[in-house]
């Protein structure tokens, strides 16, 4: 079957299933803290490739890639902001390779730590520097590009805006949200999954939603004010493996892919068109999150 878009194939009436988390099998083949992640794109791609094929090998319809700390700002902690374009393109040429010609690349774009509010940068440096990023992820052969783990809506807006203004790329959006006190969902910026939805369908996103931060569970009350606030936008859920817990100092997901499988299907009624993982999630998680989907 040709590849459609990924909006397309959910108006088709598909079910998608994304990937899972990437720096948890990054440090089991030995990354180190303190390590550039992005680097092992050109100095160790096929460690980098084994991790797009083992979510491939578990039914994955989409496949992300080793850039979410790819922007300028993050890699010139490392002394690597010259090498931005080459990175990011060789992260979305290892994940194309993977995905083949019939799965979708969505090119992993994440905050750049950088806060307009405390004039840290201007708007037109975060557009720059989103716009490097994501015309060398095209290059690479991405489908989409995946803006995720946002909390500020201007930065979020901004890369949607760079996105769509210099590639062809569908544009992805997810936020990161926290329970608060009252019992409602708000990002470190205080920003509602409301909010947060009808922004960046304004700003032009293809497709919103939310990642990391909440196992299945909370994802559910997340995804439902999502769905009521854009009863008409696909929806996208990057989930942990619950909420992790602090064992001998380290921090572990405690959900299994049995688990996570269970309310799947839940959270696809609540309104979530693509389901994958997050922090904690592996292969097997997410061959049983397929398997509960599409039976």
């Known amino acids: 079957m040709a590849k459609v878009r990924i909006v397309e194939a959910v108006k088709s009436g598909r079910r998608l299933v994304s990937d899972g988390a990437w720096g948890t099998f990054l440090q089991k083949k030995g990354l180190q803290p303190g390590e550039c992640p992005e680097l092992w794109c050109l100095t160790r791609p096929e460690d980098v490739l ?10 994955a319809d989409m496949i992300e890639t080793d850039s979410f700390g790819g922007s300028r ?57 989103f716009r490097e990023q994501v015309t060398a992820l095209e290059q690479g052969g991405a489908d989409a590009i995946c803006i995720e783990t946002m909390t500020d809506l201007d930065e979020a807006r901004i890369a949607i805006r760079a996105a769509r203004e ?13 329970r608060t006190v009252h019992g409602d969902y708000r990002t470190m910026m205080g920003v509602s999954p409301t909010a947060a939805a009808r922004a960046a369908l304004d700003a032009g996103a293809h497709v919103i939603g939310t990642n990391c931060g909440n196992g299945f569970e909370r994802m559910i009350e997340i995804v439902r004010e999502m ?12 989930a942990n493996a619950g909420l992790p817990k602090n064992v001998n100092g380290a921090d572990v997901f405690p959900e299994t892919p049995e688990q996570m499988a269970a309310l799947a299907p839940v959270l696809a009624d609540a309104g979530a068109n693509i389901i994958g993982g997050c922090c904690g999630t592996t292969p097997a998680h997410i061959r049983a999150i397929r398997a509960a989907l599409n039976p």
Not at 50 to 59: C, E, I, S
Not at 227 to 238: G, K
């Open 166 to 178: 210099n590639t062809a790329c569908e544009v992805l959006c997810t936020f990161t949200f926290d």
């Open 227 to 238: 769905r009521a606030a854009a009863p008409d936008s696909v929806i996208l859920v990057h």
């Open 50 to 59: 084994d991790v797009a094929r083992g979510y491939v090998g578990a039914g």
């Open 73 to 129: 700002y993050k890699l010139e902690h490392y002394g690597l902001a010259e090498r931005t374009a080459e990175i990011n393109e060789a992260a979305a040429r290892i994940s194309r390779q993977a995905a083949g010609p019939d799965l979708w690349v969505i090119a992993s774009v994440g905050p750049t730590g950088k806060l307009l509010l405390m004039g840290d940068v201007t708007e037109g440096d975060l557009h720059a520097a």
